[in-house]
């Protein structure tokens, strides 16, 4: 199915399932322990053994010696694979830094070797006995200040609207500050895990945790050479993502070395101490932002400069991938600079650029704010834009980001707020209020499915993954609506390569874009099934099929009926600006002796479109909003400049908010529909709950204390000389 | 109070200068490995035996094994989850002698006889025990990771409560520990759920704290 024109009505219009609050299908799977995970995959490889990877113990440098004999001959030591044994493996999709093979240490704990044992014990114990000999590189300047002062102001800029130098001479209002976001670690709750058979050496069969099956399945396939159809991979449970399990990680390549050393399935979970640096994190970024407007609250000029790092090749973080589209403003200049950097890999997490990006400049909005002495929700709201402000030609789909900021301020009690800062007490507690936009992209990709009709029950098959994002349970939805059959007649078959491929967990596209293309697979299996009824115009409800003269249950056609089908998007949407649109109001409490930061009151109203499960849809945004609340006060990745790695490196020491952290926490869910998006009028939601967020709480701690912290996370150390007098 | 680190290097020093020691200097690397195995100073494997969910199970371990790889890895109740191994985020916790405990951070040797109960033994699909039906209806997880060990602390929460056992958070120690958001949030504070399910987990645990008062 091709979506080629914005949808005017539907049958979603009418809906009796989607849309409607649902459990998760796969809730009782859960909360009993018998969703079988990658590691635990007793049901298919019940006699897999086990691996341990060893990582490289420098920052950059080479490998120039490695014995591994010791460890072979440990007991239980099935199998040893060294780096040094092996060229390069080739990389897959996305991969910035090489997974294995060859003598280059690119990044600390960068995988060397493997070690497959008869027990998880003896895997661990051998691989401490492996002797490596280094030859470090040279020192890096790990110095991302030094290399932001550097590169200021050079390269082509990757947005200029107008004249922003004159705007900047001209203002009677300007702001102009550094902020800082740290790097961030996904830190998801399952380690990176594979179990792989590959014992033969030619058919491989992965299990694995991974967000995007098809993208695994090719990068597998190129990075050992063989045929895809050779390969089946599965991920029917993953314990958490947020983009650190989008691209083909250690853990599956290292299970898949040492299966084939071994001659048997081999199952592998990096140790968590290993994830932060092996795998890929969040970049910290440095941001200048200067904002220029007229007494009214027109902005007149948005400056927005940034750096990140990556590895060689890679793409850093952007900050700025807001700026262009975000708020009004006459003239603008928006430069992102990734600097290259021997550290672990920098990749995609959760709202990817626009999560540290909106870190600042909600900052920045409510400086202006204040210089201009004007509310800060009104003062977004007098910035708001229905078109691209790069290209006024192209409207927005559909934003209402006014009516998020208004509806968000009336349902806080924003106008109740004390206005001054420092000057609200409970007890010992300083209380202050703050506001952050949120925006976040509105992707699709194409997406497919298989649907099959059965004896009155409906089959989907799609490689779509559930990160915990609802895939089971919305995508059953989806179904059911088009068929117009219950939900508990749907079975959903997930994660699986042998199904048709989707677009995978992502960049809050998977929702709107696998649920598009059930939706299609599920119209070609009406069509299909009319066909061969020969009806015209038929309509399916309440699991009947009717049209002309017939009128029969679909569970009384005895043959199975199968379809395949994908939705592919027309360039229509190019004509448009695509986005979700949120606000966050928080309220904070900041200790007047000690500047111990806790969050008492958190609201969310979101914009984006049809949401397709209210349940899920608002576990997405809480979920976001905790996460923000890490960002905000404790999460930051502790880099050692000398030595090239992150020294916190576990979940002792990247401190990610817990119960304790959490106040109570309200979502609201703007009723719109953006037909120009997908079929189902809906976008993703899973990534703009966090965006903005952080900002929302610096604001609040400014209006508690009056202090103006620009750089994250907002512990005491960086303002407890500056509080109030007692 | 433990020794001095500088006392324990001693220790660690003085053994490098003994005859084992100057063995391995003499013998290539790999036969040293082998000669060290071939000779263990006691037994490496213990055979203990487990209560586990009311079940006698006798199993020999590595000394080394953990509860929890012992739960997962030998018995294959794979519903504990192993998160982090380190005894940082909870996903392990299940209970032992009826007290909730992170099975990555004991030893299976150190529980020979003991009652362990996991999330197989509190609930399956078609008979969910209430905290497990009120974490499915209050959405209180999403990738389902660390769930099975925020139910087992969640259940045990509401009893410690019950027994006056005081948190950080109480505030008279001579009075009757009310069932508060607070309390509770407090205590589920070892069980990260990095999902953020917070607020639906703490509304799963007030509903069957309310339901069985």
């Known amino acids: 199915m091709k979506f080629t024109q ?61 014995d591994a004999e010791a460890a072979r001959s440990a007991p239980g030591v099935r199998a040893v694979v060294t780096t040094l044994e092996i060229d390069p493996l080739e990389k897959g999709i996305n991969n910035v830094a090489r997974l294995f093979g060859g003598a280059e ?47 200021q102001g050079t390269g082509e800029p990757d947005t200029l609207v107008g004249d922003v130098e004159a705007a900047f001479r001209d203002a009677p209002h300007v702001i102009d500050q ?9 830190t998801m709750m399952e380690p990176h895990a594979s179990t ?29 050479g063989i045929d895809r159809e050779r390969i089946r991979v599965e991920s029917p449970y993953v314990g958490g993502g947020f983009g650190s399990k989008l691209w083909l990680r250690a853990d599956a390549v290292l299970a898949a070395l040492g299966s084939r050393a071994a001659g048997v399935p081999v199952k592998l979970a990096l140790p968590r101490p290993m994830v932060m640096n092996n795998t890929t994190h969040r970049s910290a970024t440095v941001q200048r932002i200067r904002l220029a407007a007229r007494a009214d609250g027109h902005l007149t000029g948005i400056w927005h400069e940034a750096a990140a790092y990556c590895l060689p090749g890679g793409r850093g973080e952007n900050p700025t991938a807001q700026t262009p589209i975000f708020y009004a403003g006459d003239t603008r200049r928006v430069k992102n600079h990734v600097v290259d950097m021997p550290l ?42 229905q078109v691209d402000p790069a290209n006024p030609d192209i409207p927005f789909s559909d934003r209402h980001f006014v009516e998020c900021l208004e509806r968000g301020a009336e349902a806080f009690g924003w106008s109740k707020r004390n206005t001054t800062p420092g000057e609200q007490r409970d007890g010992d507690w300083l209380i202050g209020h703050g506001v952050a936009g949120a925006y976040r992209g509105a992707l699709v990709l194409p997406s497919g499915a298989r649907a099959i009709l059965d004896g009155g029950k409906l089959i989907i098959e799609t490689d779509m ?118 606000a966050h109001f928080v309220e904070v409490g900041v200790h007047a002796y000690t500047g111990e930061t806790r969050v008492r009151r958190m609201l969310a109203v979101c914009d984006a479109g049809r949401i397709i499960n209210p349940i899920t849809a608002r576990s997405q945004v809480i979920g976001g909003m905790v996460m923000g609340v890490g960002a905000a006060l404790s999460e930051d990745m502790a880099l050692d400049r000398g030595r090239g790695f992150f020294a916190n490196h576990d979940m002792a020491n990247y401190e990610v908010a817990v119960h304790a952290d959490i106040p109570e926490q309200e979502v609201i869910f703007l009723d719109t529909l953006d037909g120009v998006a997908t079929p189902l009028k809906a976008k993703g939601v899973g990534e703009l709950g966090l965006c903005g967020v952080a900002a929302a709480i610096a604001n609040g701690l400014y209006n508690a204390t009056g202090i103006r912290v620009r750089d994250y996370p907002l512990t005491m150390d960086k303002f407890i000389d500056r509080l109030p007098a007692i | 109070m433990s020794p001095p680190i500088d006392f324990k290097l001693r220790r660690r020093t003085l053994l490098a200068g003994t005859a084992a020691a100057a063995a391995f200097a003499s013998v290539p690397r790999g036969e040293a490995a082998a000669q060290t195995q071939s000779k263990p100073a006691g037994p490496e494997t213990t055979t203990v035996t487990l209560n586990v969910n009311g079940e006698a199970r006798k199993l020999t371990v590595d000394n080394r094994t953990t509860l929890l790889d012992a739960l997962r890895e030998h018995l294959k109740l ?20 009826g007290e909730r405990i992170n099975s990555c951070l004991s030893l299976a040797v150190m529980h020979d006889g003991d009652e362990v109960q996991t999330i197989e033994g509190i609930g399956q699909p078609e008979s969910m025990d209430p905290m497990q039906a009120a974490f499915v209806e209050h959405d209180g997880f999403q990738c389902g990771y660390c769930t099975p060990g925020q139910i087992q602390s969640a259940r045990k929460v509401i009893e410690e409560i019950r027994a006056g056992i005081p948190s950080h958070v109480t505030g008279d120690l001579t009075a009757e520990i009310a069932i508060t958001d607070a309390e509770i949030r407090e205590r589920m504070s070892g069980n990260i759920c990095r999902c953020g399910a917070y607020a639906n987990i703490l509304a799963a645990i007030t509903q069957v704290a309310e339901e069985s008062a």
Not at chain 1, 122 to 141: K, M, N
Not at chain 1, 199 to 224: C, P, R, Y
């Open chain 1, 465 to 582: 993954t559930d990160i915990g994002t609802g895939s089971y349970t919305i995508l059953a939805q989806t179904a059911a609506e088009t068929m117009g059959m219950d939900v508990a007649d749907v079975e959903m078959r997930l994660a699986n390569s042998a199904f048709p491929a989707s677009s995978g967990s992502g960049g809050q596209f998977g929702a709107p874009s696998s649920a598009s293309g059930v939706y299609a697979a599920c119209m070609a299996l009406r069509d299909k099934i009319a066909g061969n009824l020969g009806i015209e115009d038929a309509s399916f409800n309440g699991g009947r099929v009717t049209g002309g003269d017939t009128d029969m249950a679909l569970s009384e056609i005895n043959e199975e009926v199968s379809t395949e089908d994908a939705i592919q998007w027309g360039d229509f949407q190019k004509d448009y600006a695509m986005g979700t649109f949120g």
């Open chain 2, 78 to 97: 794979t519903g504990t989850k192993k998160g982090c191994d380190h005894g940082q985020c909870g996903a392990c916790t299940c209970t032992v002698n």
């Open chain 1, 105 to 151: 240490v690119q990044h600390y704990h960068q995988a060397i070797a493997v070690v497959v044992a008869d027990t998880f014990e003896q895997a661990r114990a051998a691989s401490a006995l492996i002797e490596v000999d280094y030859e470090e590189g040279t020192p890096a300047d790990l110095d991302l200040d030094a290399a932001f002062e550097r590169m």
């Open chain 1, 6 to 66: 914005p949808v005017d009505s539907n049958l979603f219009d009418d809906a009796k399932v989607v849309g409607k609050p649902m459990q998760r299908i796969d809730g009782p799977l859960k909360v009993t322990g018998t969703a079988p995970y990658a590691y635990e995959r007793n049901d298919a490889a019940p006699d897999a053994l086990y691996g341990y990877p060893l990582g490289a113990a420098i920052g950059h440098g080479r490998i120039t010696r490695m």
């Open chain 1, 178 to 186: 550094m902020y800082h976001t740290p790097a961030e670690s996904h």
């Open chain 1, 196 to 224: 792989v058979d590959w014992s033969d050496g030619e058919d491989m069969t992965v299990w694995t945790s991974n967000q995007m099956i098809n993208v695994n399945l090719k990068s597998i396939a190129a990075t050992f």
């Open chain 1, 344 to 385: 672990p890999e920098t990749a995609d997490m959760r709202a990817p650029g626009e999560a540290s990006g909106l870190m600042a400049l909600e900052i920045a909005m409510d400086e202006m704010a204040e210089a201009l002495d004007m509310d800060p929700v009104q003062f977004r709201i007098i910035n708001d834009t």
